[in-house]
């Protein structure tokens, strides 16, 4: 994710109390990062004395937005783990989040797309994100979409499509269970499922029909971000 870290120091110049300002930037791959210091005090000016007083606390923000096309993503849960607690903040409209008071330390950032209940995009965590007083710490992330499992079921030689089957895609690893059925047409889709390593059923028996026989498909190779496509003919059952 080329991501940039920006560092902005600004302060008041002697010369008629200027407002100069430097920027520094410094590539660091996964985040993008923006510090403000303001004012520093010259010389015991009543204006200026004590103006570069820092927060005690700190911020993180950013944009949680899909990888393609580039959108931002509402109602992501995004949770910063540290030391002394979590604090748990909801992305709004375009995919913004903002967690302020932050004591300065180090911090887990947990997204987690599951928390109101859609699992149409992979979490992430991203560890080791320090923060010093004072500071907002802009941190953008991408999430790809779950795979999909989508086809035809038909039966016997006329190869017409089976409405009322049931497509069951069941995890290898976890043994977490997907369901879908087809539709008149013998079409199906089963979203928002995970990459893995899958076994799926397909089950005529689940609409009442016991004319065609079950198929049992293992190995089946479920990637992020992709529709795998399985169609099956199913053979009648014996008479």
Do not use: H, W
């Amino acid at each position: 994710m080329g991501l940039v870290y920006f560092e902005r120091k600004s302060f008041f110049s002697l010369s008629g109390l200027k407002r100069v300002s430097k920027v520094k930037s410094v590539s660091v791959g996964v985040m993008l990062a923006t510090t403000t210091f303001l004012g520093l005090g010259f010389l015991g000016d009543g204006a200026y004395a004590g103006a570069s007083t820092l927060s005690s606390t700190a911020s993180i923000s950013g944009v949680v937005s899909e990888v393609s096309p580039v959108m931002g993503l509402a109602g992501i849960c995004v949770t910063a783990y540290g030391s002394a607690g979590s604090v748990t903040v909801p992305t709004e409209a375009q995919g913004v989040y903002d967690i302020t008071g932050l004591a300065p330390g180090t911090y887990t950032i947990v997204y987690n797309t599951s928390c109101q209940g859609d699992t149409s995009y992979l979490g992430t965590t991203i560890p080791n994100i320090t923060v010093q007083a004072g500071q907002n710490l802009t941190l953008n992330v991408s999430l790809i979409f779950n795979g999909e499992l989508a086809g035809n079921i038909a039966g016997g030689t006329a190869g017409n499509g089976l409405d009322g089957v049931c497509v069951i895609a069941i995890s290898d690893a976890s043994g977490q269970t997907f369901i879908a059925r087809t539709g008149l047409n013998g079409n199906y889709g089963v979203p928002n499922i995970g990459p893995g390593v899958y076994t799926i059923e397909i089950l005529p028996v689940c609409s009442g029909s016991m004319a065609y026989a079950p198929v049992v498909v293992s190995n089946v190779i479920l990637q992020s971000d992709q529709v795998t496509t399985l169609s099956e003919v199913l053979s009648p059952t014996a008479s």
